[in-house]
T-cell receptor, first 112, second 110 residues
């Protein structure tokens, strides 16, 4: 059974703080993704990675960076959190690039 | 610009009803269409469709794709309160990208 875990379910941070969101998958998937989900906007792709140390920008990468030092772990970094980054963040992994994506439980981040 | 539109935005039905959820799309280089169910947390996979006219079924849920008219439908028969969720449609475009619709919120009343 595929499992994708995220480090926190709820997080409250202050404007300007550096924020790390961690995602770990246990199925040896090559591909990992970070999305944010906002009401009325659906899921939007922030960054994805198709191999260790490889990363590509998605549709809304501004204000974010990522790190993939190990195959199972994909981190999303908010260099200087801002209130417009308050959102639900979902991590996903997949075996095939456009195959089924397995999602983590999400991190609801509030930036005050 | 690629887009995926789901309708209706929300729906309230009674247990035992049949519902049809719609997903229409305009994308360059269509690869696949996926349906997910999202309750309180992570979206869970329902179906993946790549060919027109082939119905996928899982229990009371079924889905079909029409690549000529650019839409898919998700049917749920004999609805139960446990079917209450947001149903997401995602369309694979190009080599890596999924475009998600905003979802249909279904509420099933006992």
């Amino acid at each position: 059974d595929v499992k994708v875990t995220q480090s926190s379910r709820y997080l409250v941070k202050r404007t300007g703080e550096k924020v790390f969101l961690e995602c770990v998958q246990d199925m040896d998937h090559e591909n990992m993704f970070w999305y944010r989900q906002d009401p009325g906007l659906g899921l939007r792709l922030i960054y994805f990675s198709y191999d260790v140390k490889m990363k590509e920008k998605g549709d809304i990468p501004e204000g974010y960076s990522v790190s993939r030092e190990k195959k199972e772990r994909f981190s999303l970094i908010l260099e200087s959190a801002s209130t417009n980054q308050t959102s639900m963040y979902l991590c996903a992994s997949s075996l095939l690039f456009l195959g089924e994506q397995y999602f983590g439980p999400g991190t609801r981040l509030t930036v005050t | 610009e690629d887009k995926v539109v789901q309708s209706p935005l929300s729906l309230v039905v009674h247990e035992g009803d049949t519902v049809t959820l719609n997903c229409s799309y305009e994308v360059t280089n269509f690869r696949s269409l996926l349906w997910y169910k999202q309750e309180k947390k992570a979206p869970t996979f329902l179906f993946m469709l790549t060919s027109s006219g082939i119905e996928k079924k899982s229990g009371r849920l079924s889905s079909i794709l029409d690549k000529k008219e650019l839409f898919s439908i998700l049917n749920i028969t004999a609805t139960q309160t446990g079917d209450s969720a947001v149903y997401l449609c995602a369309v694979g475009s190009g080599t890596y990208k999924y475009i998600f619709g905003t979802g249909t919120r279904l509420k099933v009343l006992a």
